[in-house]
C-alpha cells in the first residue's frame, strides 16, 4: 500500500516535471483551436474517455497547435496531451471562467459538454464569430434544453453526437 501511495505522489511530481520538461516545444504556436471540456482525468466514466480519446487524436506528435482546458482537472497525463497546451481549473469554476472569459482569442471552440453552455455564451458575446463544435454524450440532451443550454444547440455551428440514439432524441426533441 506504501509502495502505491510513494509511486502515485512521484509520477504527480517528479514525474510531472519530467515529462513536462519531454513535451515542452519551444515551437509551439496556438492556431485559435480550443477544446474546453469538464474532466478526463480526475472522474472516471464514459465522457472522461471520450475526452481523453478527444485529446489523443487533437494532438498527434507532430503537433497541431490545439488548446485544451480542463474545468475539474489538475493533474494532465502527458501521454494524451502536452503539458504546455493544456490547463486545468482544479474545480475552480470562478478562476475558469476569469481566464476563459479573458483569453478571448480563439477562432473554434469545440465544447466537450452542454453544461459549458455559459461559459460559450459569454464568450459569443465578446467574439460572436467564433465557431463553435459541441460534443452531446447522451442522457443531458435527451430531454428538452433551456436558456444557454438551448441558446448552445442553435448556436452551434456543429453538433457530434456519440451515437445515433443521442442524435435522434437531440433531433426530436430539441429541433
Do not use: C
Request: proline residues 2%; without cysteine.
Amino acid at each position: 500500500a506504501y509502495a502505491r501511495l510513494w509511486g502515485a505522489y512521484l509520477a504527480r511530481t517528479y514525474g510531472a516535471f519530467a515529462d513536462q520538461a519531454l513535451n515542452q516545444s519551444a515551437y509551439y504556436q496556438p492556431n485559435g483551436n480550443l477544446f474546453l471540456y469538464l474532466a478526463g482525468f480526475s472522474k472516471m466514466g464514459g465522457i472522461e474517455k471520450v475526452n481523453k480519446a478527444i485529446l489523443k487524436s487533437l494532438y498527434p506528435a507532430s503537433g497541431s497547435g490545439w488548446e485544451a482546458w480542463s474545468v475539474y482537472d489538475s493533474f494532465i497525463d502527458a501521454r494524451y496531451f502536452p503539458r504546455y497546451a493544456i490547463r486545468g481549473f482544479s474545480a475552480s469554476r470562478v478562476k475558469f471562467l476569469w481566464h476563459f472569459v479573458q483569453a478571448n482569442h480563439w477562432k473554434h471552440i469545440l465544447v466537450g459538454h452542454i453544461n459549458l453552455a455559459a461559459a460559450i455564451w459569454l464568450i459569443n458575446l465578446r467574439k460572436s464569430d467564433t465557431r463553435i463544435t459541441l460534443m452531446a454524450h447522451g442522457i443531458e440532451v435527451w430531454s428538452k434544453q433551456k436558456g444557454f443550454k438551448k441558446w448552445l444547440l442553435q448556436r452551434a455551428d456543429k453538433i457530434i453526437a456519440v451515437s445515433n440514439y443521442t442524435k435522434s432524441q437531440l433531433v426530436t426533441v430539441n429541433g
